[in-house]
C-alpha cells in the first residue's frame, strides 16, 4: 500500500468494529447539503449568482456524484460507502508496518488525522482548520477538533510502542 500526498488515514467505527481507510479527505465531510450550501454563500459573498455556481460546481445532484451519490454519510448509509471505498481499506497490521518502516521524518504522514464513530455519532478531527471537516456532520452529530487517540482500541493504535 502507498499513501498519496493528498490522502489521510480515517479511523471508523460502525457496529462496534474499528476499520482503517486511507482516502482523499473531501469524501469525510459526512453532510454534503451542508458543504454545498456553505460553498454557495461563499459564492453570494462575492457577489456571484447561483448560475455561476451551478455552472461552476454543478447542481446538488452532480456535486454528490463525487461521493457515490451519497449526500449524508450517517449511519443509515455507512455500510454502502464503506463497499464503495473497500479498496481504500487498511487493516491495522499493514499500517503498523507502513509505519515501523517509515523514515523519522515521515511518520507524521501516516498517523490517522480523522475519527468517525458512526456508533456515537461523532467526528474527531486533527486536520487543520481550514479543513472543517467536523463543521459538516450530520444533524445531531457531535463534530469535534479533539485527538482521539484513546478511542482507539490500544491493540489498533498501529502508531504505538508495543
Not at 497490521?93 to 517509515?102: D, G, T, V
Not at 458512526?118 to 450530520?138: M, W
Not at 477538533?145 to 498501529?158: E, G, V
Amino acid at each position: 500500500m502507498e499513501i498519496q500526498e493528498d490522502q489521510i488515514i480515517v479511523g471508523t467505527m460502525f457496529r462496534n468494529q474499528l476499520r482503517w481507510f486511507v482516502t482523499d479527505k473531501t469524501l469525510w465531510r459526512l453532510d454534503y447539503r451542508k458543504y454545498y450550501d456553505d460553498l454557495y454563500a461563499k459564492y453570494q459573498k462575492k457577489g456571484r449568482s447561483l448560475v455561476e455556481f451551478v455552472r461552476e460546481i454543478g447542481s446538488f445532484g452532480e456535486f454528490c456524484q463525487s461521493r457515490f451519490r451519497i449526500p449524508l454519510l450517517d449511519k443509515s448509509t455507512a455500510a454502502e460507502f464503506f463497499e464503495k471505498i473497500m479498496l481504500s481499506a487498511a487493516d491495522t497490521a499493514e499500517l503498523a508496518y507502513l509505519y515501523m518502516r517509515a523514515e523519522e521524518s515521515q511518520k507524521s504522514a501516516l498517523l490517522p488525522l480523522l475519527y468517525v464513530n458512526f456508533d456515537t455519532k461523532a467526528l474527531y478531527s486533527l486536520l487543520p482548520k481550514e479543513d472543517r471537516l467536523e463543521a459538516y456532520v450530520p444533524d445531531g452529530w457531535k463534530g469535534l477538533r479533539q485527538n482521539f487517540a484513546m478511542m482507539i482500541p490500544l491493540k489498533d493504535r498501529y502508531w504505538a510502542e508495543p
